[in-house]
T-cell receptor, first 112, second 114 residues
């Protein structure tokens, strides 16, 4: 089983739609969680941290479910500019260090 | 302020040559990571530096790969006797917090081994 799993997609949605991605992780001792966005041939950029209580940043909402070991990202009112690959990142203890493990990403395509 | 910078942005080298990739992290960030990303693949963790502690090298794929971080700031990743399978984008990231924090990535070095 992979440590961090994401549905690769692509999710193909029209402008204005609401779309949600999930990411599951296997290390129950994981401590911190993030969503990153990566545009084609660019570096990943931090989108938002994920807190246990859930958090919102504009059109984006992130949630963490420790019991079921998954995090989610909800995008409301999708824009063309939201088209990108969304990476989830889980920081868990490995050999005495907290090492971030990246999912392989979920591709989102927003069309007119 | 200035973000993470990496050099060179592109490197083409012949199989068997050594290459050095450089990363300048954000000033004051204590944690520094190296990853590589092959075309269409996810990020593969290589090595992690935290302050003056011994680096976590658990992700290095072979003994041809090494990295150092001088003065707690600039880092170089060295690949000896490059192979074609080393071709990838090598990304560096820094973080203000030990181990658990958000990361800020540089633009990467695209390495092509011919």
């Amino acid at each position: 089983r992979k440590e961090v799993e994401q549905d690769p997609g692509p999710f193909n949605v029209p402008e204005g739609a609401t779309v949600a991605f999930n990411c599951t992780y296997s290390n129950s001792a994981s401590q911190s969680f993030f969503w990153y966005r990566q545009d084609c041939r660019k570096e990943p950029k931090l989108l938002m941290s994920v807190y246990s209580s859930g958090n919102e940043d504009g059109r984006f909402t992130a949630q963490l479910n420790r019991a079921s070991q998954y995090i989610s990202l909800l995008i409301r009112d999708s824009k063309l500019s939201d088209s990108a690959t969304y990476l989830c990142v889980v920081n868990g203890m490995s050999g005495g260090s907290y090492i971030p493990t990246f999912g392989r990403g979920t591709s989102l395509i927003v069309h007119p | 302020g200035a973000g993470v910078s990496q050099s060179p942005s592109n490197k083409v080298t012949e199989k068997g040559k050594d290459v050095e990739l450089r990363c300048d992290p954000i000033s004051g960030h204590t944690a520094l990571y190296w990853y590589r990303q092959s075309l269409g693949q996810g990020l593969e963790f290589l090595i992690y530096f935290q302050g003056n502690s011994a680096p976590d090298k658990s992700g290095l794929p072979s003994d041809r790969f090494s990295a150092e971080r001088t003065g707690g700031s600039v880092s170089t990743l060295t690949i000896q006797r490059t192979q074609q399978e080393d071709s990838a984008v090598y990304l560096c990231a820094s973080s203000p917090r030990q181990g658990r924090g958000e990361q800020y990535f540089g633009p990467g070095t695209r390495l092509t081994v011919t």
